[in-house]
Structure formats: C-alpha cells, structure tokens
C-alpha cells in the first residue's frame, strides 16, 4: 500500500471539484487511458482573466485524483498569468508530499493547467508536441523529459520515470533517457562500450555478434511485450527478422525494425547494418 | 476502521484458530532440536514427522516425497534449479506467460542474456484472451534438450485452472521433467499426485492458513534431486538448515484442516463467489469477468471495471474494510498493468480497472452482501470522477 498523507487521501476520498462545467473558457486533456491516467481541466473566467470556475476529470489512482483536485484550489481566484506559474512541486506540497514513485501524477496536474492556459491563448503548447517519442510504452517525448528533467533537476533514468513515467513500461528507452540527461547536466553518458574497429571483423565475427545482440539485448526486452523476433538470415551487413508474438501485429512494428533492432546493432556491432523484416514473405 | 471483510486470500490467509493452537507449543516449551539425540529434540522431531504425514495426506503422496522449506518461492527456486542441475546436458526451459514471478523471474534470471551467455533458452507460452493455454503449443514447444517445463496448476490473478495432468503425461512421454506451481491450487481442489504424471509440486503454508515462513517441495520418488540449500542433512539431505518446527507443524494443521473442508471449496466458497460475481456483473455497468469460467479455482473472482483505475476503486473499498487487489499499473509496483492480464490481452481500458476478489473458506454470506451493496455506488463515483467512461 502507498503511504499516501491525510491529505491525498481527503483529496482523494471527498474532491471538491470533481464534475464538468458547461462552455467552459480553458478545457484541456492530457494523458490517455492506455498510460492508466488522464485528466482533464475546465474553466471559466471573468473579464479580468480571473479563474472564477474550475472543474477536473481525472481517471487515475488516489494522487492522480487528489493532485487534480488541489491544483483547483491553487488556482482559484488567480489570474491566468498568476496561475501559470503553479509548479508541479506546489500540488506536491500542497498534498503534504507525494511518494516518489507517484510524483508524475503532480506532473500531469500541472502539464493540464499549462496545456489549458496555452490554447486559451492562441499559443502552441510546447509539449504537442513536436518532440520526439522517447518511451514508446507511455508514448512520452524527449521534449517532456528534457523539460521535466531540468525543473526537477533529475539526474537518473529511475527519477525520470517517477517524474514521467517515461522508461517505466518494457525499459527499452532506458539508454535514450541517459543520453538526455548527460546532454543536459554534461555528465558522461553511460554507455555500453562500442565494438573496437567495426571494419575489422570478419563476416563470421558480425554473424555471431549480431546474434549475440539479438538475444542478449533485443530479443529479452521484445519478450518482455509479448512479443519475440527471429533471426532469419544475415548476408554481410544486412540482417533479416521475422517478428513474432505480439510484435507481428504491432502498430508500432515499423519503428521496432529499424529504431529499436537496428539502432542497437549498428551501435552495437556494426555502422552500416540495415535491417530488413521478413516476416510477411516467410508467412 | 469497520471491521476487516477479509477477500484477499490469493494473497495470504489468516492463520486458523486450530492452526495456531497445534504451532503454539513449538514457540514455548517445545523448543528442541529434531536433530538432536535426547528425547527432547526427538519428541520435537516426532512433530515434524507427524506434519510431514498431514501434508502428504493433503496432497496424495508418501511423506518422504516432501521436502519442507521456507515459502512456495523456495519450492519453485529448488525445483527448476535441481532439474537443471540433474539434467547437466539440457539447455532449454519451457513456462508460461501467466506464471507467478517465483516462476517468471527465476526463468528470467537463468536464462538472462540468452543462450550465448546464459547457456540456457525459455519458452513462454502465451494464452489465449480466456486464459487458457493451447495444449498443441506446449507439445510443440518440447524439443529433446527441453530440462524442465513448469506450468501453475492454476492462476493466482485470474483462477484459471491449467492442464497439468495433460502436460506432465506430454512431458513424461518426451522424458522431460514436470514441476507445478499448485500455491494457488492447494487446499482448494482435491487431487492425489501417486496418480498424477508430476514431477515436482509446490506449496505454501499461508495460502491454506498457516502462516507465513512455511513450504514445501514434492518430489516424485525416483526423481533425481540437487539440493538448493546446502549444508547439514536436515530433510534427508534435501533442504539443509534446521528446520522451523512451529511453522511446519502448523503448515501440518493446515493442510490437516484443508483436507477436511475441501468439499467446502466446491460447494459454499464456489457459491457465494458465484454469487459476488454474478451480482457485481449485474450491478455494475461495462464490469467484465476475466478468466475462463469453465476451468478455475472455486474462490476465485476477477473482475475488470472499464474506463477507471484499480487503485482508486481498492482504497475506496479499504474505507468499508474491504481487502481485495488489483492489477492495475499503479497497484503492481510498476507503472504497467498485470503481465497476466496483458497476455490474455485485456485491454488497457480493463487492465488498470481489474480487481481481484478471492474468498476462503471463512468468507460469509454477510460480507459478499456487504461488498455486493458498497461496490456498486464506488463504481458509479469513480466513473463520475473519470473523463472516459459513462454508466
């Protein structure tokens, strides 16, 4: 059980602004039912640009519901300009503290208000989202992380995901969720160690390395999913698979080929490996 | 707090009154050595004995094909590892999707990095959106350097009863060896494993109300055995360490008292399951049942709630006393829902809303009526609460 402070939990167990509100002047949605949270912010103002009328919509644990529900009372009142300063710590603190694994439900609170405040006026909202998706799982940008990581001051993978959930799902985005953080804090990126002179090995060298990749560092995280690959053939640097499991029927199957397998292997063994998937000609 | 409606036995039991009566004198006066030459430990050693005898009796076997340990993780642990200890020339391990993380993890962690660096493969079977296994998969999955499949008698999410009797003869007939799982499934379905074609079975004392520390491991007679702990020759050379009498003799108890209810299981728990889950479907808009009905534990009820999340519906239950689970993201540790409920492919509109009901023999008609009036208004509340889903 989460050790959740008296205050999530009347939060959580009595909202004070739970509910819809007609015509509302802000209404904005983030997060999705497939992530296991969401929430959506309503408003009105008045002609000051004051925030008179605030109501959520949150489909989530208790600090997902208790976090929407005190960022209301944070906003209340306040102007827009006064509002949009609101940090995702202030519902934090305003809760008496969030466990740390549930921090990103603070996070979404705050990605709400500022989603809302943005379309109410006329601005793009930084984060939809031009970024590009680090952890396919969660479907969460580097533009979230990189944001997140520099207000938060987060310097490993583990608080990432705390803050993102970005990394939490099948763990493959974990080296990307690095190499943003060292390129943000300059810190030396933790890297797995680069083959020595790729040209040098033999067609039988890269068989067997590619292989050993596939099943070491591919085929565990694809598994993970429900999903597995076959290794059909490799004639020099290109490499033919054959998805199977869930990933033979994954939307996201184009991406795997190339952005996962491929990546791993040509940082892993090889620069000019190409992947190709067979797996509809050997069907 | 009102009082505690107890509908969480998947995850431990209470300790029965008699079970705690019958340990009570190992932790006072009773305190020797069964090890021991003097008549003190031996009358200690009597009592291991005479639990041994119990436990066997639960399950149908000869008492010295029961080894005791320290939970049903133990069990699993020494079982797959003394068959890929005994089988030395055996590369391959053959599970499933749905095991239990004793099972999963320890098939992860052996074969980690795959068969270049592990030296081992696994093959997980998948199930289908009931639940159930495809019996033409497993037999496809044997091949001769198959060490071990291991396959839970029945699930501790959903119920859902496996095919063991059919797998362990498909097992048997390729020479490969066949461990079980049957936390789950002990205590609450009667079988004799001298009829059975197993191999190796596990089982823990606190799923049938005897506390937590206790386990044990069936081994068939003539199934060759690598011991996991190593040491002094406590059990007969099979589990080193001196042994935690209390608990033993109180998973003796148990198992004692399990056989004596066992009829229950099918007849009062299998009703007022029945009853809280035909009554919860009926109640609640858009509430789907996972896991087969056809085959599944007595006890067992599964439910998903669409468009809302598990743990918000678990902490408004825990308001009225109510302990159940869930295998939403958010309750499992991790940010992603139950693997179990993810390989029958249960949607992520169901998967986060999922809430595990299991009874037990000292669940009552009061308390299903309880959950029966309370849960439907909690339902409605969070959907209300929630931007997806309508009544």
Redesign the interface.
């Known amino acids: 059980m989460w050790d959740y402070t008296d205050d999530v939990k009347k939060h959580f167990l009595e909202p004070r602004h739970a509910g819809q509100i007609d015509h509302p002047d802000m209404d904005a949605t983030v997060g999705n039912i497939t992530c296991g949270d969401a929430l959506r912010l309503m408003a009105k103002l008045d002609e000051q640009h004051r925030i008179v009328d605030a109501k959520f919509q949150t489909f989530g644990c208790a600090s997902a519901i208790a976090s929407s529900d005190v960022l209301i009372d944070l906003i209340l009142g306040k102007t827009v300009d006064e509002a949009a300063v609101v940090t995702n710590q202030d519902i934090a603190n305003a809760l008496g503290g969030l466990p740390d694994a549930k921090m990103h439900c603070s996070v979404m609170g705050v990605e709400a208000l500022r989603k809302a405040i943005a379309e109410w006026r006329g601005e793009p909202f930084d984060l939809d989202d031009h970024g590009h998706v680090v952890c396919q799982c969660f479907g969460v940008t580097d533009t979230l992380i990189e944001k997140v990581l520099r207000e938060e001051k987060l310097r490993t993978v583990d608080e990432v995901t705390h803050y993102t959930k970005a990394g939490g799902g099948c763990g493959a985005c974990h080296g990307k969720i690095r190499q943003i953080i060292s390129a943000v804090w300059g810190a030396p990126a933790e890297t797995p160690a680069k083959p020595a002179a790729a040209g040098a090995m033999t067609n039988l060298q890269r068989m067997q390395k590619v292989q050993e990749v596939i099943e070491t560092e591919i085929r565990p995280v694809l598994q993970n999913d429900g999903g597995d690959l076959e290794l059909i053939d490799i004639d020099g640097t290109t490499v033919k698979v054959a998805f199977r499991g869930s990933c033979a029927w994954c939307r996201a199957r184009d991406f795997t080929l190339d952005g996962t397998i491929g990546a791993k292997l040509r940082e892993l063994v090889d620069p000019d490996i190409t992947v190709e998937d067979v797996s509809e000609t050997l069907a | 707090m009102s009082e505690i409606i107890y509908l969480d036995n998947n995850a431990t039991t209470a300790v029965a009154p008699e079970v705690r009566e019958a340990m009570m004198p190992y932790l006072t006066e009773l305190y020797g050595n069964p090890s021991s030459v003097h008549r003190f430990g031996g009358q200690v050693e009597t009592a291991v004995d005479r639990a041994r005898q119990q436990v066997a009796e639960l399950i149908g076997c000869e008492p010295d094909e029961i080894i005791f340990t320290a939970c049903g993780t133990e069990s699993d642990n020494a079982a797959i590892r003394s068959a890929l200890a005994t089988e030395p020339d055996k590369c391959h391990l053959v599970t499933t ?1 749905v095991e239990h993380p004793a099972v999963r993890n320890l098939c ?1 962690d052996i074969t ?6 592990s030296g081992y493969r696994l093959t ?1 079977l ?1 199930v289908d959106s009931q639940g159930m296994l495809d019996l033409q998969e497993v037999g496809n999955a044997l091949s001769p350097d198959t060490a071990v499949v291991s396959v839970m008698w029945a699930n501790n999410e959903t119920g859902v009863i496996y095919p063991v009797e059919a797998i362990g003869a498909m097992c048997r007939e390729n020479g490969i060896l066949f461990h079980t799982d049957a936390v789950q499934a002990v205590g609450k379905v009667p079988f004799a494993l001298r009829d059975l074609p197993i191999d190796m079975l596990s089982v823990s004392g606190h799923k049938l109300h005897a506390p937590k520390g206790v386990g044990a491991l069936y081994v068939r007679r003539g199934v060759r055995f690598e011991p996991l702990l190593k040491g002094g020759h406590q059990e007969r050379n099979r589990r080193a360490g001196t042994e935690a009498v209390a608990n033993i003799v109180a998973f003796g108890a148990a198992a004692e008292l399990a056989k004596k209810n066992i009829a229950l299981e099918k007849t009062q728990v299998a009703r007022l399951r029945d009853k809280l889950e035909a009554g919860l479907l009926a109640s609640c808009p858009n509430a789907i049942r996972n896991g087969t009905a056809e085959s599944r534990l007595p006890n067992t009820a599964n439910i998903s709630f669409e ?3 598990g ?2 519906i678990l ?2 239950l825990d ?1 009225y006393g109510i302990c159940a689970s869930s295998g ?3 309750t499992t540790g ?4 139950s693997h179990v409920l ?2 029958m492919g249960v949607p ?2 169901a998967a ?1 809303g999922s809430i595990r009901f299991s009874l037990s023999v000292f669940t009552t008609e009061a308390e299903v009526e309880k959950v029966l009036e309370v849960t439907p208004p909690i339902i409605k509340r969070l959907r ?6 309508r009544d």
């Not at chain 2, 991790?334 to 829902?337: A, C, G, Y």
């Not at chain 2, 209300?384 to 889903?389: D, K, T």
């Open positions: 999707r992860h980690h990095g795959g068969p270049f660096r997980e998948g468009y809302i999340e743990e918000s902490l408004m308001e939403s993201a958010c991790s940010l992603e829902p993810r390989a992520y509109t986060h209300e609460l929630s931007p997806f889903g």
